[in-house]
């Protein structure tokens, strides 16, 4: 009689799978992330019964993700789901999956907001999954938030998530490079992760994103690049409080042309910040 699969040979057959694709570390990964997901069990419980049968109820949906992963489809879309700065994210192909770098972008606005001691607003320009919007407002008792996005499939799937996290935002329609005329409301903060990916760039890019994440929230034409960093220090002149403050991500070679456009349209304390791995990624400015 042939033994029952446990946990720790799943996840290596997985893992074993996976790898020509990913590299072992990612592959295994990626393993203990789908085995988690189908059983719902934390990485402490997991270790726990690393040698106990796998239910084999459940290797069916495994099996269906692993078709899917062959397929070089991203992960976090084939699960539907992604944890962004400690709140689940429900992401879908209409919109870019969060990265860790943008949670540091958060980390830089907490920052300067958590200073802040009456209410004020902030607003969050191309919103996608609304994941920077509700991690904002689960941080910032005295903020009211903001958030637009171009694409209405992007604001109701942003609208799931601030109300499956419990955060108050207040989404809205509007194209950042068209805006329309919004009187009556200004912002302490503006901030935004825009497309800033040159169209150049696909052909060094890993498949899963080239080939499903929307190409409008990340790529930009080669030959205009800061498009819509423009676009949002325009749309600040019109729309901030005095000596509020822009925050945006950026990419890591265009880091000093955005510290450069930030002071051309007058803002001050202009400052590039580094991520994790060293890289030139945000830029901020008072106005």
Known sequence: MQSRETF?????????????????????????????????????????????????????KVNNILRQLKKRIPVQYVLGETEFYGCRIRVSPAVLIPRPETEE?????????????????????GTGSGCIAVALAKELSKAEIYASDVSEESLQLARENAKENRAKVHFFREDVLNPGHRTGVTYRYIVSNPPYVPESEKKIMQPEVVYHEPPGALFVPDDDPLLFYRAILEYAYNHMEKGGWVLVETHE?????????????????VEVKTDINGKERFVGGRR
């Open 105 to 125: 972008l958060v980390n830089e606005l907490l920052h300067k907001a958590g200073k802040e001691t009456v209410p004020f607003r902030i607003l969050d320009v």
């Open 8 to 60: 720790d040979m799943l996840v290596r057959r997985l893992t074993v799978t996976l790898e020509p694709d990913h590299g072992l570390a990612e592959a295994r990964s990626l393993a203990l992330l789908v085995v988690r997901y189908v059983t719902r069990l934390s990485q402490a419980a997991l270790l726990h019964d690393a040698h106990e049968p796998f239910p084999k109820e459940l290797l069916p």
């Open 253 to 269: 070679r265009f880091a000093e042309r955005v510290k450069d456009l930030f002071e051309v349209y007058g803002m001050k304390e």
